[in-house]
């Protein structure tokens, strides 16, 4: 298990949403979580899409304690016509001790639909029958929930206000939107969360939703390892390159980045009472 050291005073900047599942299979996972702790990133959430990650990132979060937590969740791409039996694997997690910080990734994406056209519309009734029911197990365990929109984002802002939860809980990852849907979910008491995008040439109206945030509801993320930030584009993600993310973030409000730094992280441990 790797040390988890915290320089005094400052407790580390957090990715609030990566895939480890990825390095794990590539036979990378250490090496990337030790580079995580040199650039300054202590702490990272594993965040599941299907019963076949969140039993793994369960292990880690018992593996890496205290460095490595997890969330789990239907996410809507991996939604099939066996999500039935899926869902019926998730509410076990979150009866046990080990239990996941957050239910995401969920909700809808109308970006990676069946290619035939007569299968979209009986994929997007599963996607919203996992995403309702899993409103409904965040609901009863009153746990925070990361969601995945992709164009599709008055869809879930409907379908979270109907379910009843409580917005002050949730969180639109890997927010890609502008500033005028930040808005709609900060005025619900709802956040977003922000990753690479943010530092990319063409994303000016990510950066402005990011600056129409209030900060104290901002969280960063990498989703690695997709979406690597400015000066890594392209390359592979890793949960370490947060750290750029937190630069270039706190450039465009002109702030002191460790200030920034520090103010996020506990942003983000309060969110997931981490
Ligand atoms: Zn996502
Ligand atoms: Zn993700």
């Not at 790797?2 to 320089?7: G, T």
């Not at 965040?138 to 008055?154: E, G, L, Q, V």
Request: charged share 20%; aromatic share 10%; net charge negative.
């Amino acid at each position: 298990m790797l040390q988890v050291d915290k320089p005094s005073g400052v407790s580390g900047l957090i990715d609030t949403h990566c895939h480890l599942a990825h390095y794990h299979e590539a036979g990378t996972l250490s090496a990337i979580l030790e580079s995580a702790q040199q650039l300054g990133v202590s702490r990272m959430i594993a965040v599941g899409t299907s019963s076949a990650d969140w039993s793994l990132y369960q292990g880690f979060a018992q593996q890496y304690r205290g460095q490595v937590f997890y969330s789990a969740g239907l996410h809507p791409c991996y939604v099939a016509d066996d999500y039935p039996e899926e869902l019926s694997r998730l509410e076990a997690f979150f009866q046990a001790s080990d239990k996941p910080v957050a239910l995401g990734e969920i909700g809808l994406d109308n970006y990676h639909l069946p290619e035939d056209p007569a299968a979209v519309p009986a994929m997007q009734a599963f996607q919203q029958e996992a995403f309702k029911f899993q409103l409904g197990l965040a609901k009863r365990y009153d746990c925070p929930i990361i969601i995945h929109s992709r164009h599709a984002f008055n869809e879930c802002v409907a379908m979270i206000d109907q379910s009843g939860v409580d917005w002050n809980k949730v969180v639109f990852h890997c927010f890609a939107e502008g500033p005028e849907q930040v808005r709609i979910l900060n005025e619900r008491g709802g956040r977003a969360s922000f990753t690479g995008i943010l530092t990319y040439k063409k994303a000016e109206d990510v950066r402005q939703a990011f600056l129409a945030q209030p900060l104290e509801l901002t969280m960063l993320e990498t989703d690695a390892p997709y979406l690597a930030p400015v000066p890594h584009r392209g390359k592979e993600n890793q949960p370490g390159w947060v750290s750029y993310i937190a630069e270039h973030a706190a450039q465009l409000l002109e702030m002191d980045v460790a200030a920034f730094k520090q103010k996020v992280s506990e942003t983000s441990e309060r969110f997931f009472e981490l």
